[in-house]
């Protein structure tokens, strides 16, 4: 029987829903028998125990380094005080690495893999290439685009592009050139040119249920409304809702209809605001038929997810890569997009250049953003549709196949 060990970085949510579709399709492609053990911290951590609640002993924590959440996104201060500093409950970034890969060493010894899978985790990669495992490293980033206000983090990202290329293939989470959405945040090395392989996105292959249409469902249909999206962990969420709140304020929000995905599993965020200024339950607001403004849903089932994203005019991201795939590529759907760090603002950088998007900085950019979109919208359209086209969406199983031929190869 095989084993296949997954490490997957716990920052943000973008690493472990890529993994979970992989780890679905593996069983579709490797014929033998195999099992997977999972390795993260925090809240991918807590999926995962929730997710395989019978395969505990096959899910451990590992505290791999992660930065120190700031206001909005990662505090590129107190994570460079914390290399020699205890910040924020995390020990010096030092300690923290030497545990961390003591703590996947001992993993290693113990099970033996004869395969790994690292979304994000580079440390792992070593101690594969170290025991002459075979290692896949699934990524969309390699050496990003920095800007001059992060230019000093020049040397980190020449350290870890060092890291990512000793796995055995690297992985691009995108579809091949020119087409590729994370380009700016490649620039790759000819070192490592025979490993790469642009497998696609990781989208949803899933079939969605066709239930009976929700109460919001009924709600926004025959809608005009653009679908703003808060993603990632709790910092960059709550930063991202900050910025949000500022652009609704303006007055050319007034009458601009938005439904908001908080990504929380909280009912007690769903609520209606009618043009009344009124807050009012979902149910509610339909049988009264009320004209509503804003929705704020806290987290949506697959069905209304996809039911909004089709009636949306446009969609208002913070820059995932993973997300801006699903909406611009699976979706044909135009995004304004509101950077939280460098590697947001060159995908979305990409996006508008393709004509795809709106790459918004400032508030009143997002409003700019919004009215060029609306006025502009068969242009749009037209690059969305070549873009969709040339969209590669099945990267797990593209990934799932070269994990079972990597497995074949071993034999």
């Not at 911290?41 to 395969?55: G, R, T």
């Not at 990662?74 to 994570?79: A, G, I, L």
Request: charged share 30%.
């Amino acid at each position: 029987m095989f084993k296949i060990g997954e490490f997957i970085y716990p920052w943000g949510s973008g690493h472990y829903s890529r993994m979970m579709r992989l780890n679905e399709a593996l069983g579709d492609h490797i014929k033998e028998k195999f099992e997977v053990h999972f390795s993260s911290k925090d809240h991918v951590y807590e999926k995962l125990l929730k997710k395989f609640p019978d395969q505990k002993e096959k899910i451990h924590e590992i505290l791999m380094p992660t930065p120190i959440d700031g206001k909005f996104g990662p505090s590129v201060s107190m994570s460079l005080m914390n290399i020699l500093l205890p910040i924020s409950k995390n020990p010096p970034l030092v300690k923290q690495i030497v545990n961390y890969l003591r703590e996947e060493r001992k993993l290693y010894n113990k099970e033996k893999f004869d395969l790994v899978i690292n979304d994000g985790d580079m440390g792992s990669n070593i101690l594969a290439r170290n025991r002459d495992i075979p290692s896949l490293f699934v990524t969309n980033q390699f050496r990003p685009r920095l800007y001059n206000s992060r230019s000093y983090l020049y040397p980190s990202l020449i350290f870890i592009a060092k890291q990512i290329g000793k796995a055995s293939k690297i992985l691009v989470a995108d579809s091949p050139p020119p087409y590729t959405m994370c380009e700016y945040n490649l620039n790759f090395i000819k070192e490592v040119e025979e490993k790469i392989i642009y497998v696609g996105h990781f989208t949803n292959s899933k079939q969605i249920k066709n239930e009976d249409s929700s109460d919001l469902e009924k709600l926004v249909k025959n809608n005009k409304f653009g679908y703003w999206m808060r993603t990632g962990n709790k910092s960059t969420n709550d930063g991202t809702g900050q910025r949000y709140e500022e652009v609704f304020h303006q007055d050319e929000m007034k009458k601009e209809k938005r439904i908001i995905s908080h990504a929380r599993n909280d009912p007690n965020i769903d609520s209606v605001l009618g043009i009344d200024g009124k807050k009012y339950l979902i149910s509610e607001a339909l049988d009264k038929k009320i004209d509503w403004i804003q929705i704020d849903i806290g987290y949506l089932s697959e069905q209304e997810k996809d039911t909004i994203l089709d009636l949306c005019k446009y969609a208002v991201v913070n820059g995932s890569h993973t997300v801006m795939g699903e909406i611009m590529g699976g979706k044909s759907k135009p995004i304004v997009g509101i950077p939280i760090y460098d590697e947001h603002t060159n995908n979305i950088k990409w996006a508008e250049k393709k004509n795809l998007g709106v790459l918004a900085i400032k508030t009143n950019q997002v409003v700019q953003g919004i009215a060029k979109i609306k006025e502009n919208y068969d242009e749009f359209e037209d690059s969305l549709h070549e873009f969709s086209k040339n969209f590669i969406p099945n990267g797990a199983e593209n990934s799932a196949k070269i994990a079972a031929l990597t497995l074949e190869e071993k034999k």
